[in-house]
């Protein structure tokens, strides 16, 4: 492993990047070691949520630089992101150690941070990334919930739809961006799309009965709120409202008898 | 213009200590902190989004809710 790293690091140019997460929870969820690259950093950039994560950013660093206007209405996503990218990687190639820090995990239903460290790398940097904090995690945390007790499906709710994943209803799910199924373009207003919810349902009515339970989950944003846990049966949501940031966990169905087969071939049957 | 719930929400993350004192005793801090009668009652509600009207109230701009599209999809062409 010391090798791996001291061959990495030796030939790279001047100039580096670190991509960190600050987690869902502002400010607490960020990080030892994600804190230590903000606040030393030669520029940081960030891309946050909310204006408390903010705030304490352009403390920690005074070369803070926020993305967000990279983000217009009606402007192609993709563009976004390439804008995202060279105005990450302009300093770098400057030879500044540079940090980009995004709210929860920088690598989480993220193109940009990835597309950053593959460029980056591809020009001869050094590029790195931390993980974060993600709202998956704060799920397992606040729910209760272990993914490897059932094993655990994590799909986007879009793509789950448009990509007719197959799953397995013996193992739990989690749907990601229940609130916006079929929002492609950003937009400053909040937005629900009641068919892209009675599509899902009816989806998920192929695997699990109409009172099958549900929780609709938004983790909390700050020291002193709490998660927002509505759970409701599975019938319900097609009428339900979902805030976009909202995340669907669906519970597992009884699991199947074990296979008698693959237990003996692994020496697990009973004597 | 003041931010004293956002400087008193930054420390609750920063501090865990800061935080148990302010769960044992959330009016004591708040009023350390300075906090309007309107930012207590939004703190004390344990409500995100009345926690973030309050944020705008006291000057914060909130950005825009963005979400993380579907990159895998590849769909290039605006709604």
Known sequence: ?271 | MSNNLTDLLIQLGEDPAKLQEFQKNPDFVMEAAGLSEAQRTAVISRDGQAIVQSLIAEGQILAPVWVRPLEVLQINAPA
């Open chain 1, 1 to 271: 492993m010391q090798t791996e790293q001291v061959e990495a690091s030796a030939g790279k140019k001047r100039g580096s990047l670190v991509i960190v997460g600050t987690g869902i929870r502002s400010v607490a969820q960020t990080t030892i070691e994600a804190r230590g690259h903000m606040e030393n950093a030669e520029k940081l950039y960030f891309l946050v949520a909310e204006p408390v994560t903010e705030a304490w950013i352009r403390k920690l660093n005074v070369t803070a630089e926020p993305l967000q206007d990279c983000y217009a209405e009606g402007k192609l996503r993709i563009e976004s992101y390439r804008e995202m990218v060279r105005r990450v990687l302009d300093p770098v190639r400057q030879g500044k150690n540079v940090c980009w820090a995004l709210y929860g995990h920088p690598g989480v239903f993220v193109y940009p941070s990835h597309e950053a460290i593959r460029q980056a790398r591809e020009e001869g940097f050094s590029a790195t990334m931390l993980p974060g904090v993600s709202a998956e995690d704060c799920l397992f945390a606040d729910l209760g919930v272990d993914p490897a007790l059932h094993g655990c499906q994590s799909y986007e709710a879009t793509d789950f739809l448009v990509q007719k994943r197959t799953i397995d209803p013996t193992s739990d799910l989690i749907l990601w961006q229940v609130g916006i199924i079929g929002e492609i373009t950003y937009k400053t207003a909040d937005f629900h799309k009641k068919e892209g919810l009675r599509l899902l349902v009816d989806l998920l009515r192929e695997y699990y009965p109409p009172d099958h339970p549900v929780v609709l989950y938004e983790a909390s944003q700050y020291a002193v709120t709490d998660p927002v846990i509505q759970r409701l049966t599975l019938e319900e949501l097609a009428s339900s409202n979902p805030p976009g940031i909202s995340t669907l966990y669906v519970p597992s169905l009884p699991s199947r008898p074990l296979d008698r087969e693959i237990l003996e071939q692994l020496g697990l049957m009973p004597a």
